[in-house]
């Protein structure tokens, strides 16, 4: 099978790299309005770019045309707060991505605890095991095929100024990955544990 990426329409090509790159991170991204209401939403098209300084970037597409909250907030604010999804924080990170009318505060809507962040004006989700402080670096536009005609997709880079991990997930100065039981994502609704892992050296 060769797939020409031309042939195929937006979802059918969403769920093509989702998968092929996978299993994606679910990023629970917390952030704060310029009104001071909480939101947050998760993201899975996220990845780490760069090591020092640590770097993160995330994908946030419009919807309906319009900038997602989180966008907005971010731009707002520039700064953002990656929650770890395990699995506890699986269920509120799903319902985090209905859409909420902007007054909602997403946080304890979905039934978690915001907490003040100490070096950013987003807030923090008290549950998340992991939690990274980010200030934003640089954002980048790229030009994508929306239901509604072309639009812009923000890509947005930020520094990890600050990291919270909780006591029962770091074991001799590292985060334990079995400890944490991360979810990652595999395909549209399909999501997997961390539950069989496994150690292999390089040469
Ligand atoms: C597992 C999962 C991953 C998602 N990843 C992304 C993503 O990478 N980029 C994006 O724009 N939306 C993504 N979404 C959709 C947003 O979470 C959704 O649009 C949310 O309502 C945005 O909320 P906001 O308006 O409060 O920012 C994802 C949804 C789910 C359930």
């Known amino acids: 099978m060769k797939i020409e990426t031309a042939s195929l329409g937006r979802q059918e090509l969403h769920d093509l790299i989702g998968t092929a790159i996978s299993p994606l991170p679910i990023a629970f991204i917390s952030t704060v309005g310029p009104d001071g209401v909480n939101n947050a939403a998760p ?10 300084p640590a770097i993160i970037c ?6 309906k045309n319009e900038k997602k909250d ?11 707060v990656v929650n770890v999804v395990d699995e506890k924080l699986m269920r509120p990170a799903i319902d985090a991505s209905t859409e909420y009318p902007s007054d909602v505060d997403e946080i304890k809507q979905v039934g978690l605890t915001p907490v003040a ?20 670096v640089q954002e980048m536009q790229i030009v994508e095929q929306l239901r509604e ?38 395909a549209q609704n399909t999501y997997c544990r961390t539950g069989d892992m496994f150690e292999m050296k390089r040469a």
């Open 149 to 186: 005609g072309l639009g812009l997709r923000a890509i947005v880079f930020g520094e990890v100024i600050l990291a919270h991990v909780k006591d029962e997930v770091w074991v001799k100065g590292k985060i334990d990955p079995r400890r944490l039981q991360v979810i990652g994502r595999v």
């Open 58 to 63: 995330v994908a946030i597409g419009l919807r």
């Open 70 to 80: 989180t966008l907005r907030n971010i731009e707002s604010t520039l700064d953002f």
């Open 43 to 52: 993201f899975s098209f996220v990845a780490p770019v760069c090591s020092k």
């Open 117 to 136: 962040s100490d070096r950013v004006k987003s807030p923090r989700i008290a549950e998340a095991k992991v939690s990274l402080e980010c200030k934003v």
